[in-house]
């Protein structure tokens, strides 16, 4: 075995310790000296960190990058003759590797020093300085600066000089120097974990920018995006934090424990009573204590993960969990409907317009109760069949169909269907609501647990715009949306918008049975669903969804991969950046609206700006 000798001691040479680059595979070991490899065998770069005595802040900077080394305090002689070796192992793969040494400034320092040859790698260095400069420092009262050092010293200037420049460079390599201004910690090193979160996520994108460019020009790599430069592997505390929060949203069910259990007595007594009379909305017992499960939630170390993406995703979910259980406490108060508003985000103009121009194009079909109807038992029967062709796909997809009497509304909860005992629908409208319920919640539900993120089953914060969107946008392109349906839609955004002026029930019903036409019972369902929980939001999110997916569909998005599995619009950048890495798969399932004739048309029509209004 070929060795690395420093003083009295051997230690294995890089070729011992990666044989051959293999695509797709890693190196991760512990190094002599206290230093540590993170290797992706497939990216030409490599930061470096000097591992210093209470600067952990500056070393979790590094660590945010697809492949780092952290270099041990003493022994340098052992770390100069593996960087060198490493930089000749993969310029000879990729015909060039970048290696980029980060270290932190003096305390009062606010300027990025980028240490580099600006004549040779001109586009490169000043990307990384446009992205740095970019860094969020206004709202936190910081001045962040930053300069291109056209310096043959890329090292830390206070420190012994470990790697030469010319050996890097004779090995295939180029070296940068980048000094940090540890504006993220206080003059005792105390970090600010808010700002340093922020600063840390930034960072990362700017180096990552920087380096791509490199790649793209300096070498053979395939890497075809700046996201594929993420870290690729994600530890198992993740992974334990990630079932955790899972873990702790599938205790509840928050919109069964939200919904009244005497729905059915409350309309009897409504209509017997010429509109006058309404009891209390009644519910389910709580079957957990929400201040326990907060402790749970507060418990779990997300502030540790260093994968930008990642701690973004999980401490947006445990603020949308934290704010669930705050609502399940509140239940049939006031504060129940402020907590709402917040977690729905309220009401936009334009969506409350479109609603208004759906109700005023489109008159409601009272003819459509005189239409032959299907029991809740023969759409539990077409449920099973869309069942089996989704199995057709993946033998291993498995859905329940629950119909029950304490149910106000059909929903899919937890990937399986709950229905009320006496919901009734024309043929046209079970075939919207199949692929409304199982077209897209179910299959998106299946979608996401095939993924390493159970997140992704059970959803990331604030999925249930662009979920409702797509279930709608599902009616559509299956040929199933009638005016009615639509009307609907559009009235739970009136009456939205009524409950945020301060209408009461009464109020909001005769909106809707009154000025908007609509018959008595749809008045009240979409009325009574407002109201439950002491004024429920949810309901606005299905038109609003739509408006925002035709929006994105408008300006090029592609619709499929929205289907791998349970997230927001604003998420579609993450989920591409966790593709790119092979953290997120394509979606499994595919629905049957797929394969509908017209199809293509009707998206086309969408894509060009189709008002809701006409989409029936």
């Given amino acids: 075995m070929s060795t690395i000798a420093v003083g009295q001691k051997t230690h294995p040479k890089v070729k011992d310790i990666i044989p051959e680059l293999k695509e797709g595979n890693r190196t991760v070991t512990a190094l002599p000296y206290g230093g540590y490899l993170f290797l992706e065998h497939d990216v030409p770069s490599l930061l470096i960190y000097r591992d210093q005595p209470e600067d952990l802040a500056t070393r979790r900077l590094v660590r945010g990058g697809a492949s780092y080394l952290i270099v041990g305090r003493t022994d340098f002689d052992y770390y100069k003759a ?24 003096t305390k009062t320092s606010t300027e990025f020093v980028i240490k580099g040859p600006s004549h040779k790698l001109p586009v490169s260095l000043t990307i990384l300085k446009e992205q740095l400069l970019n860094i969020n420092n206004r709202d936190y009262n910081v001045n962040l600066t930053a300069r291109i050092e056209q310096t043959k010293n ?27 201004p540890p504006v993220y910690m206080d003059e005792k090193k105390q970090v600010y974990p808010v700002y340093f979160r922020s600063f840390r996520d930034q960072f990362i994108k700017a180096l990552q920018r920087a380096i791509f460019e490199f790649i793209r020009v300096q070498t053979t790599s395939s890497i075809a995006n700046y996201n594929a430069l993420g870290k690729r592997d994600i530890h198992k505390e993740v992974f334990k934090i990630d079932k955790e929060l899972t873990k702790i949203e599938s205790s509840y069910q928050f919109l069964l424990l939200v919904a009244p259990v005497n729905i059915q007595g409350l309309r009897e007594q409504f209509f017997n009573s010429h509109f006058k009379k309404l009891d209390r909305y009644h519910y389910r017992l709580l079957p ?20 930008p993406a990642i701690s973004y995703l999980f401490d947006e979910k445990r603020e949308e969990i934290d704010h669930e259980l705050t609502m399940l406490k509140e239940r049939g108060s006031r504060n129940f409907f402020y907590s709402s508003v917040r977690l729905y985000k309220g009401l936009e103009k334009n969506v409350l317009a479109e609603a208004e121009l759906i109700l005023q194009n489109i008159k409601e079909d009272h003819s459509e109760e005189q239409k032959p109807q299907l029991g809740i038992k023969e759409f539990g029967d077409l449920a099973k069949k869309e069942f089996e062709y989704l199995r057709g796909q993946d033998q291993n997809f ?40 199982i077209g897209t919640h179910a299959l998106t539900y299946y979608n ?31 040929g199933g949306l009638s005016g009615n349906r639509l009307r609907i ?43 439950q929980g002491g004024g429920f939001l949810k309901d606005i999110i299905y038109l609003k969804g739509l408006v925002k997916l035709r929006d994105y569909l408008v300006a090029g998005g592609d619709l499929e991969p929205l289907l791998a599995g349970k997230f927001a619009l604003k ?14 798969q394509p979606a499994r399932l595919r629905p049957r609206y797929f394969e509908e004739k017209k199809f293509e048309k009707r998206l086309t029509k969408l894509r060009k700006g189709l008002a809701l209004s006409k989409m029936i």
């Fill in 448 to 478: 996401g647990s095939q993924q390493p993120l159970s997140q992704l089953a059970s959803g990331l914060a604030n999925y249930d715009a662009l979920q409702e969107g797509i279930a709608v946008l599902s009616e559509y392109l299956c």
């Fill in 571 to 584: 998420h579609v950048g993450v989920i591409k950046d966790l593709t790119d890495r092979g953290l997120v």
């Fill in 154 to 180: 890329r090292e830390p200037e206070e420190k012994e000089p470990i790697f030469n420049i010319e050996n890097i460079k004779e090995q295939g390599g180029t070296l940068l120097g980048l000094e940090v």
């Fill in 82 to 105: 593996m960087v060198y070796d490493l930089t000749a192992l993969m310029s000879e793969k990729f015909g060039s590797f970048i290696v980029v040494e980060i270290y932190s400034g």
């Fill in 288 to 307: 957990v204590d929400p201040d326990i499960l907060k402790r749970k939630l507060y418990n779990l170390r997300i502030d540790e993960i260093d994968d």
């Fill in 489 to 531: 839609l559009a009235g739970r955004v009136v009456a939205g918008a009524a409950v945020l002026d301060g209408a009461d029930f009464h109020q909001t019903f005769f909106k809707l049975y009154s000025k908007y036409d609509f018959t008595k019972e749809r008045a009240f369902n979409i009325t009574s669903r407002m109201f």
């Fill in 398 to 437: 498995e859905c329940k169909v629950h119909i029950r009497e304490d149910v106000n509304v059909m929903m899919v909860s937890k990937g399986e269907l709950y229905l009320p005992s006496d919901y009734t629908m024309t043929k046209k409208g079970a075939k919207a609501l199949i692929q409304h319920e």
